[in-house]
């Protein structure tokens, strides 16, 4: 593969925005993209989205927001893989650019959510499982990953509380984040205290659903002189059995270990060279399953790492600096999108007061369904 | 990019498989294309499928078949882009491939519609056109169809029974395809006096969906020593304005034109070096814009090909040799891939009595919408 650059990065805030439309927020993200890289259009479009088909009544959206942003005739397409389409979308314009194929491509991460009953959302949403043989039996999304906390809680002996840090540190740190959906720090007693969803999953341990698009300019790497150079030095895909129920060890993200191994041997670092990792905390449970998937933590450690001060933005492994999933919000196909713009902005600098001092190597991960798709991208700043 | 070869194909019959699952139906074309390249698995699996989320309440897709038909870990992911998914897959294994980064590619489109509802259906193929713009309006995808060939037979001045060429001849190439959907043959009687659906489009005018899988195996080509070997010369995507209305001649499918230029220039040829041409008659009045654009014929005089006789296996320009969209079946998702596969039989010579003699060159033309997104890949046998 040539080496590939990221050139522009454009974002929305997540909200609800019922007054725009899906074509709208991607046209927002993809052109402030444009802007950033200097850049009028490109050569093609890659769009991660999950759900517009069923929330939006509206498919073929690439060619869609091909149309709306000006790009002309522009080959676009749309890339699903439930909540890791942002990455996957990104992973496909990589080999686009990375191939010798296309000069650049625009690869938008978009998702409007809101506007349909949180009914029809968590049915929706319960399409990235398994239909016939996990939700035919009556389980939502929430549920499952439900079962995996509480699998965990007692195969480990953590409590509830134990989890507490990874949602304090992501909504500490959206407070700097204008993009972010929520703007509330939150304590220990909030976190315990909050409405229970499905047990031992609260609300303070779930990410909140939203409407947004971000948006990334990937051009050869040779070609660029602009200063600081983010490239992509690392990119992989791995997936799972859809099913939690047909894995040995349902502990264990088996596609995040392999796409991170895999990214790390493409990067040329190891685990200790990360300088900053975007992690897919959609429930607190998976932010310790990713972290000892990757290589932070031993095996059932996850947690130590949030009660021992280390995740946040001047801790050993800085996670969620932009607020993560659960703070800075989950729009679903467009989270994984949100994750690279977040990982370029740390690269520059331009994090404030969550920036990670000297961030030279960020990572981010974007998990599709309960671990069934998982894509981990490293950057590089040059 | 470097050279990329198919070395296997596999498809199922299209047909109503309501006893079958949409994972089964994927995982035997899956499996039948590896067999035919003689693999066991691949390092990358690429689905086409358009409405798996709204219709058999599925997404995250890609990794469910990966999982189901025993590939492992292997990366995995979803490509839509409206009817024209099939050939969206197949053109993102191509660039992985192409890239270096894969050393296979396995591609399957797979759609699964017939248990629902022809209201269902209806609505969800309705979502290839713009929501806002078109659908909110209240017409189908069949109806905007309808009005482009009103206008067309108002323009140029043909009669409905003037299209029956095109349904005639995919009928009854048909009848030697044993996976296609209708084994029938039809005369230009039966095709005047079928059932109107949207005036002037009738039953005969229009594909009918269907459940079925198409796949194909792609491995560079230089590794290749299978004769005959058939490669991938020419590969392109365009997209038009989604909504027919914005487009300044609703005649013209602007994406079919720049995509199949791209792809002879690609592949260095010219239309009449192409022997077989496997395109996107989802209505007759489809082949008629759809010969036109791509250089088979002059502006308003697509008819006029079948009127000749030019458009059998015997004549000038040999067209769903296969049966087409029309006989062989329209399941949605899949059909860009039967479409190559079919221009890969042609290659091979394995085409009984619509086989085209001593075909060596053939193009695979898709589309998405109501012409927004367009595909063209030129095959050829070394």
Redesign the interface.
Known sequence: ?HPVAILGIGQTKIDEHWQR?L?DLAGEAALAALHDAGRESAAGLFVGN??S??I?????????I??WTG?G??????????CASGA?AF??GL??V????LASALVVGVEKMTERSPHEVT??L???????YE?EAGISFVGLNALVMRRYMHEYGWQHADFAPFSINAHANAMYNPFARLHQRITVEQFEKSAMIATPINLLDASPIGDGAAAALLVPAGTLSRVPRITVSGS???????AIH?RPDALLL??AY?SAQAAYKMAGVRPEDIDVFELHDAFSIMSALSLEACGFAERGQGPRLGLDNEINPQGRVPICTRGGLKARGHPVGATGMYQIVEVVQQLRGECSKTQVDGARIGMAQNI??SG??ILTHILKRE
Chains 1, 2 share one sequence.
């Open positions: 593969m439309s074509r999950m759900l088909g069923m939006d009544n509206q498919n073929n959206l690439a060619a869609l091909a149309d790009l005739s522009t080959e676009a397409v749309k890339v699903e893989a439930a996957a992973r496909a080999m686009a990375a191939s010798g194929e049915a929706a319960a399409t990235a499982a398994d239909a016939d939700v992989a895909s791995a997936t799972d059995t859809l047909d088996t596609a392999k599709g369904g069934a798709t």
